[in-house]
């Protein structure tokens, strides 16, 4: 699903940027300028990069 329209960003390439490293919003817009056009997709961006957070988060608690 396509999740910024303005710059064509969908979910997958929003879950690779936080495979790579990405950890938040400010990172991600500079990543992918997501977000730096209309600004119509922040929430679902955000909510799609928090999503891509929580495995990396829940495997560092599971093993810490
Ligand atoms: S839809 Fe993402 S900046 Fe416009």
């Known amino acids: 699903m ?13 879950y690779q940027a936080a495979a790579n490293g990405v950890t938040n919003y400010s990172h991600l817009k500079a990543e992918l300028k997501v977000g730096t056009c ?3 997709c922040e929430g679902f961006a955000r909510e799609t990069l928090n999503n891509a957070l929580k495995p ?3 495997l560092h608690l599971q093993y810490t």
């Open 38 to 40: 209309c600004g119509q």
């Open 56 to 58: 990396a988060g829940e």
């Open 2 to 14: 396509v999740v910024c329209h303005c710059h064509n960003i969908n979910e997958k390439a929003i």
